[in-house]
């Protein structure tokens, strides 16, 4: 085949035109759109039409995805970069798809979005038939902007999309939420000349083409990590120590011992005998556990919570507070509220709530350490 012939088909196959699919968040329909020739050609709700040819790219929602930027060993198999995470992350890794934006030397820049979002979005495009060939967020349909500018998406869906490059050329992320559209996002993006756009996809778009795609479609599924997360790390070190200790307790010719019995003592406080740090170990394991479910609880129930203040605008959220084990809310509107709602969010997590309206205010307090 000469080089002519190739060329032509190169340019038959870039052509094709691209499908992208958004999932809806909060109940809310997905969103479609087909792209030819770089720009919006058909876009709606609901189910995709057919489109022969076309190639598929799912697009993370904006808001369900975390930007990150962080050093990086050389070398660094794609399974531990969760691992360079550990200390910024809400959750626990485990829980987490992460994909690659951007290599750079000694740098990745990574974005994460829940492992059991992302196989339900995929679940739904295989319901459809549709084989997705790319996985974008949403963040990436905006061209990378100059330094020193930025791009803020009105995507009428009760968030602002914000891309920015501060001078140094570092990229920026942000979900803003539109109900704090009167106040400016401070920090760097107070220092970036923006620009606007409008509507359900962005024009002018990127170039679809060549964006790197965050997530092999052969590996979406979940990966087994030979590593831990760092919120277990420290207490499975020590009790690995403990082990270590235990073989060493009876044995006064192994010096080492007074440093293995330091060690666990300075994570779990003085001990006297290898039984009472193995149940010290064991109640920080289980505070671990106990913290990161109620992080994962506390998540999902702001998540809910800013869906229904989107379905409910006569009311707004006037105060909030959290003591480590209730979630206490105060909002304002005038408007009677089925209670049903939020036993239901409640439920969905294994929560109890308590329910309190008088006139034009509504008080929730959600106990994260008490069944529903």
Not at 156 to 171: H, K
């Amino acid at each position: 085949m000469g080089p002519f012939m190739k060329l032509e088909r190169w340019r038959r196959r870039a052509a094709r035109p691209w499908l992208l699919l958004r999932p809806g968040t909060h109940a809310e329909a997905w969103q479609w759109a087909r792209v030819e020739q770089g720009r919006v050609q058909a876009s709606g709700s609901g189910a995709p039409p057919a489109i022969p040819g076309a190639r598929v790219a799912l697009v993370l929602p904006g808001e369900r995805c975390s930007h990150f930027q962080v050093a990086a060993p050389p070398g660094l198999k794609r399974h531990e970069w969760p691992l360079l995470l550990e200390d910024r992350l809400l959750q626990s890794a485990e829980d987490l798809a992460c994909g690659c934006l951007a290599r750079e030397p000694g740098w990745l820049q990574l974005v994460c979005v829940e492992q059991a979002l992302l196989d339900a979005w995929l679940a739904q495009c295989a319901e459809w038939q549709l084989d997705v060939l790319r996985c974008w967020a949403q963040f990436q349909l905006l061209p990378v902007p100059e330094p020193g500018a930025a791009w803020c998406w009105h995507q009428g869906a009760g968030l602002n999309l914000f891309v920015g490059r501060s001078v140094e050329a570092r990229q920026h992320w942000l979900a803003w939420p539109v109900e704090l559209q009167a106040t400016t996002p401070g920090g760097v993006w107070s220092e970036l000349e923006t620009q606007t756009v409008e509507g359900q996809w962005p024009e002018p778009l990127a170039t679809l083409d060549g964006l790197p795609s965050l997530f092999e479609r052969r590996r979406v599924q979940r990966q087994a990590r030979p590593l831990s997360p760092g919120l277990w790390r420290l207490p499975a070190a020590c009790l690995a120590l403990a082990v270590l200790w235990a073989g060493l307790w009876g044995s006064q010719q192994w010096r080492q011992q007074d440093v293995y019995q330091a060690q666990v003592e300075a994570v779990v406080g003085p001990v006297t005998s290898l039984r009472e740090a193995t149940q010290r170990i064991k109640q920080q394991r289980q505070g671990a556990d106990e913290r990161q479910l109620r992080s994962r609880q506390l998540q999902h129930l702001q998540a809910e919570l800013d869906g229904w203040l989107r379905a409910n605008a006569n009311w707004q959220l006037s105060a909030a507070q959290f003591d480590g084990q209730r979630w206490t809310l105060r909002l304002q509107g005038h408007e009677a509220v089925d209670e049903s709602a939020w036993q239901a969010m409640a439920s969905a997590i294994g929560v109890a709530v308590q329910v309190t309206q008088a006139s034009d205010e509504l008080n929730l307090t959600f106990d994260l350490g008490g069944a529903s």
